[in-house]
Antibody, heavy 118, light 109 residues
Framework: QVQLRESGPPLVKPSETLSLTCFVS?????????WAWIRQPPGKGLEWIGT???????YYKSSLESRVTVSVDTSKNQFSLRLSSVTAADTAVYYCARGNPTSLFDYWGPGTLVTVSS | EIVMTQSPATLSVSPRERATLSCRASQDIGINLAWYQHKPGQPPRLLIY???SRATGIPARFSGSGSGTEFTLTINSLQSADFAVYYC???????????FGPGTRVDIK
């Protein structure tokens, strides 16, 4: 079955770059689905960060666009998130998810907590 | 930019009772509305899409309705497993992206 799993450092220093990878199994990232990053800051709601298609086409939340890069590696069946110049406001549980062209997210990773702190 | 709002922020319900959650869009979104259930320590779970279609494996006690700017998620005969936070989400927009509401927490009365 389709499974996603986030991986990356749990602690990032302010002003540095947050990097996460989502490993996908049971489904090829090259198929006709979109791959997304979504986060949830402590005590707050869900926030969509960005989405990528296997062709490399990317779509980002406008307020984060200057700091976000989402990439895909079809040979490894994974996709990644980079968020630069992080601050404490970027502390959150980060989820990767599979989305259809209408941004319905049907499979999610378990989430990984990333804390921004010195 | 379309803004999604949800009410109430918290809903206290007794087991086996009905819960009614509301979601409002700042503009007409047709039926492009999804609902997710989110429990602590777990990822969100897609419940409803297209305002009223249940996702695969979702029990019939969950139902969605509405169109335009006003939407409702109804949970009949609440079970212990249903106490969670529920988010509505605008979908079917292009380019791909997502706008979530702030959530409604359903807790035990």
């Amino acid at each position: 079955q389709v499974q996603l799993r986030e991986s990356g450092p749990p602690l990032v220093k302010p002003s540095e770059t947050l990097s996460l990878t989502c490993f996908v199994s049971g489904f090829s990232v090259s198929n006709s689905y979109y791959w997304a990053w979504i986060r949830q800051p402590p005590g707050k709601g869900l926030e969509w960060i960005g989405t990528i298609y296997h062709t490399g086409d990317t779509y980002y939340k406008s307020s984060l666009e200057s700091r976000v890069t989402v990439s895909v590696d079809t040979s490894k069946n994974q996709f990644s998130l980079r968020l630069s110049s992080v601050t404490a406001a970027d502390t959150a549980v980060y989820y990767c998810a599979r989305g259809n062209p209408t941004s319905l997210f049907d499979y999610w990773g378990p989430g990984t907590l990333v804390t921004v702190s010195s | 930019e379309i803004v999604m709002t949800q009410s109430p922020a918290t809903l206290s319900v007794s087991p086996r009772e009905r819960a009614t959650l509301s979601c409002r869009a700042s503009q007409d979104i047709g039926i492009n509305l999804a609902w997710y259930q989110h429990k602590p320590g777990q990822p969100p779970r897609l419940l409803i899409y297209g305002a009223s279609s249940r996702a695969t494996g979702i029990p019939a006690r969950f139902s969605g309705s509405g169109s335009g700017t006003e939407f409702t998620l109804t949970i009949n005969s609440l079970q212990s497993a249903d106490f969670a936070v529920y988010y509505c989400q605008l979908h079917n927009n292009w380019p791909p992206g997502a706008t979530f509401g702030p959530g409604t927490r359903v807790d035990i009365k």
